[in-house]
Each structure stands twice: as C-alpha cells, then as structure tokens.
C-alpha cells in the first residue's frame, strides 16, 4: 500500500510533528511505502531535535518551497491555505496514484485527491476565537469563509482519529462527524526516572504564552512560600510582553528559566509536583512526561487532561486555592507523594509511542486491498 502522509509545516517541531514520525514509522513498519507531503525543512535539524535519526533515508518526500506571507499581518490563514492548496496540485500533477492520505496536521490542509482519507485532529484554532468572543461578529465574519472551507473538506474525510475525548467531541459538535481517540504519542523513555529523593519543587514546563496561563503559577506560588516553583520554557522573544510581565511579577520562590523543554528532564525528574494551568487544553504531552518522570500531576480540571490525570495518579483543581492546597497536600505527605508517584509512572506507559503505532497499525490495515 501507498500511504501519503500529509504535514505541511515539520519545521514547527512540536507534538504534532511527533505524530508525523510516528505515523510514519507505523505506516512503514506494517511493510507499506511511505511518502511525506510537506513544505522544506531542515532534515538534519529535525532528525536531531526528536533522535530520530535515518527516518526521511526510509520515507519518500514530496516538499515544495516554505510558505512566506505576502502581506505578513493580514488574512493570514487564507493565504497559507491557499498556498498549500496551490503546491499541493503542483507537486501531486502525475505523481502515482496513492492507496491512502494521511493527514497528522490539520483537516485544511489535506489535498483533493482521489484515495481515502484519514484525518488526525486537534482542535482548529480559529474555531477558538468564535467560542473566546461570541460577540464580536467581525470575527465571525473573518471566519466564516474558513469555516465553510473546513466543513467541505471534512465531508471528504473517511475517518477521523481524535487527540483526545474531549477533541472527539469537538468533532461530533461541529463537524457532525463520528471520530476514534487516539492518544499522540509520548515520548515517555526519555523521561523515566527511578530517582527517589526528589526535592519540594512544583514545575511546571512549556511554551510562556497566554494560553498557557503561567501567570496562574505565579498566583498559587504566593500562596506557597516555603515551597519552590518552576517554571521551564521557551519564549517567541525575550521582548514578549507575556513573558516580561511573568517575570516582573513573579513571587521569589518562583523562578523563570527559559530553556528547550527536552532539557527539562533533569529538573523534572527531581521536582515531586508538576502543576498544569492552561485550560481546555486538547491533550496534555507534558503533563505525561512529568508522569513518566514520576512527578505528580496536578492539573486544571478540563480539557484532555481530565483523562489522563485519573484519580488515583494526582490531583485536578478548579482554582488556585484548590491547587495550592493539593500541592501543599502532596509536599506534606511522604507516603502519599510516593504512592501517586508510582501509580503516575505506570499510567504514564498507556500514551508511549508504541501504543500509538499499534493502535494507527489497526486503521491502516483496514484500508489494505
């Protein structure tokens, strides 16, 4: 079978791209051959970033030139989804015809082609904006042409595999369409730790942006200050208002360190909570190698971090004197701490990559002539 696995923007370098490789590799280990439609990027770079060295020897590629705005702070996404649209009947012009699509980025992006469709779906960020501000029709008319765009293409789509439950049902909901949760997969190997004696550090870890909502961390701290608050992550520049106002105002149990999240893992494997504060969040990647670490989660109750943080691996929390009060809960107790550290570990294995292979290995065989 020929499976054309479609992820325009590789150079993101994000749990998205994490997809990509593992869809890839799914694709490629069930003896399929396999090609990737993507923008150019930097192989090397990539390669190096995830350690998966040697997978683009193994995978076809079909790539055009990066996408680069003509007018960099207007209509934004319909230029990028024209552009692609465009490259894509360029590139694909006579190539052979393809057993499957693979899309592992977003629906808007999926060519018109003549062979099934399978889409794995996130939650489309412009949608975020109708349901942020309802009341602002000039959004909803910005939008709208896009949103007429995306319900055509996914009418075209034969299946779609959800990040999540919570995305899954996002898809029933605007999309009308019924979807498989598949959990992305996490690179968990590279965070398990057997390290015992961990230190009175919460961290938490990601891009320092809004949506994250880090200032949170800042609020819980205040009410913490015996105990010692991390936060490690990157920033678009170190101008970024978000970032600047973290830092001016963060308490002095609470450090800002801006680092490359895979650089991380020492400190996670040392720190004995790991706190989550963006909301609606569509699955959770970080949260699940804190876990791996052995860290115990203690997250905002929505989203997708609703299913992985159970009862019985850590905590979820409503509002910020709840979250100090299950950290300061966790800190406080040995026993307890210890216990849900255990239990996080093993919970941690259900999200590992293999686990997703097997699970996209079972889709794929049933396109298989």
């Not at 965070?191 to 230190?199: A, L, M, P, T």
């Not at 200032?215 to 978000?242: C, Q, W």
């Not at 999240?261 to 699940?288: M, P, Q, W």
Request: proline fraction near 6%; glycine fraction near 4%; hydrophobic fraction near 40%.
């Amino acid at each position: 079978m020929r499976i054309l696995v479609v992820h325009p923007r590789m150079s993101i370098m994000g749990g998205g791209e994490r997809v990509a490789i593992h869809s890839m590799l799914a694709g490629m280990n069930m003896g399929h051959e396999v090609t990737l439609l993507s923008e150019e990027f930097d192989v090397q770079r990539f390669e190096d970033f995830f350690g998966c060295y040697g997978l683009f020897e193994k995978v076809w590629q079909l790539s055009y030139p990066e996408f680069k705005p003509l007018i960099r702070s207007w209509a934004l996404l319909y230029q990028r989804l024209y552009y692609y649209q465009n490259q894509f009947r360029k590139v694909l012009s006579g190539k052979k015809q393809f057993s499957l699509v693979l899309g592992t980025q977003d629906v808007g992006y999926v060519p018109s082609i003549r062979a099934p469709i399978v889409q794995y779906s996130y939650f489309p960020e412009y949608f975020r904006h109708l349901q942020s501000a309802p009341s602002s029709p000039l959004w909803r008319l910005y939008y709208s042409p896009a949103r007429l765009f995306y319900r055509n293409r996914a009418k075209h789509v034969d299946r779609f595999l959800a990040v999540s439950d919570y995305s899954r049902e996002f898809v029933r909901q605007i999309w009308r369409r019924n979807s498989t949760t598949l959990y992305p997969p996490c690179p968990i190997e590279l965070y398990k730790s057997s390290n015992s004696d961990r230190e009175d550090i919460a961290i938490a870890t990601g891009r320092i942006v809004p949506e994250k909502r880090f200032h949170l961390l800042a609020e819980i701290a205040r009410k913490l200050p015996k105990t010692r608050f991390m936060i490690i992550g990157s920033v678009p520049n170190t101008d970024d208002p978000y970032y600047k106002s973290l830092e001016r105002n963060a308490p002095p149990n609470l450090s800002v360190v801006l680092s490359p999240l895979r650089k991380a893992r020492d400190v996670v494997s040392r720190a004995k909570v790991y706190v989550h504060c963006a909301e609606n969040e569509h699955f959770g990647i970080t949260i699940v190698e804190a876990m791996a670490a052995g860290c115990v989660p203690v997250v905002h109750d929505s989203g997708g971090p609703r299913e992985i943080v159970t009862e019985d691996v850590g905590y979820r929390w409503k509002n910020t004197d709840e979250a100090s009060q299950l950290i300061s809960k966790v800190m406080g107790n040995e026993t307890l701490r210890a216990r849900l550290s255990h239990h996080a570990s093993t919970r941690a294995e259900a999200f590992n990559t293999k686990a997703f292979e097997s699970s996209l290995a079972i889709t794929l065989k049933e396109y298989e002539v």
